[in-house]
């Protein structure tokens, strides 16, 4: 039997064997996860009484709870609950070997055929329940992060996908063909060069009507950008950081019209200010929104604009980092 023979049996054993509880206490916590694939990856795992609350993000779509949670010999095991389209069953198994986490995800087609992507993680600290004072937080000077001209200071996240960005007019544009409200699409993000720790960052934006694009910070958490009329409302509506936290009221405009946002990330907590109107006051965000590229909150992050959903137009992007003591 070859090498790869035995690793691949002993991966479907990981995944298919049976489980009994057994409480361990090193995986609780949030886990920012470092997959073979390079799919960026996070992960939640908390227990009450014996009942596991289990959350999962492959880059897109839901976190869960995810289903089926069995635990032995301090390994956990899940089923990753799929959207209704989906024909692969997904498995994950999951522990602590020598203290670093360590686990694997089984994705089972229809036909049989297994695949697998291991995982590392790297541990979370919790959200502090006490929001900073923001008077007290100091910003160094704004900085433009769009200079008007060229996308100088700009990056397509995916290489091998089609290139919709460009200037025009002096505006940010991206062109695709695209007008569903799908996860993903044929058309590129795109990054910053640099990336940032905490700041205020400054955003004006022009999305049509029924169109949807979103704005990340860090990489991490979007900022929703759609009309104030899109079918995409509270908690997925503009103002709001996606899944995440719903502003008070919608104090968007209408479709085709320039819009501001005003953006603070301090200690994972948010301020956004829309419109002049503010509609999150210094909320905590717990764990990336759904399509976030990086994961980590304790290391910094590019700004990462939404290009593989529909046309969208930016101008005026400021950033302000927050001046460490």
Known sequence: MTTLSIIRLFVIFLCLRPFTAFANDELVG??????DSGTPAW???HETDGNWDIRMRLYVGSDGPHTDVTMTDGRLAFRIRQNKKSTHAKTVNVGMTNGS??????????DGALQHDAFTGTKIPPVSSTPPDLSKVRFGLPR????GKDLAGWQPYESNKNMGWHVQDGELVNTTPKTDFSATGAYANLRTDA???DFWLHVEFNIGEARNSGIYLRGMYEAQVVDRNSRMQGKQGVGAIFGKIEPTKNAGKEGGTWQTYDLTLVDRHITVILNSVKVIDNQPVTGPTAG??????TQPGPIYLQGDHTSVRYRSIYLAPVMKD
């Open 101 to 110: 986490l360590d686990g694997v995800v089984c994705t089972i087609s229809p």
């Open 144 to 147: 433009a992060l769009f200079n």
């Open 43 to 45: 992960m939640s795992i």
């Open 292 to 297: 976030a590229v990086f994961t980590n909150p």
């Open 195 to 197: 990336v940032f720790g």
């Open 30 to 35: 949030d886990w920012s996860l470092q997959m």
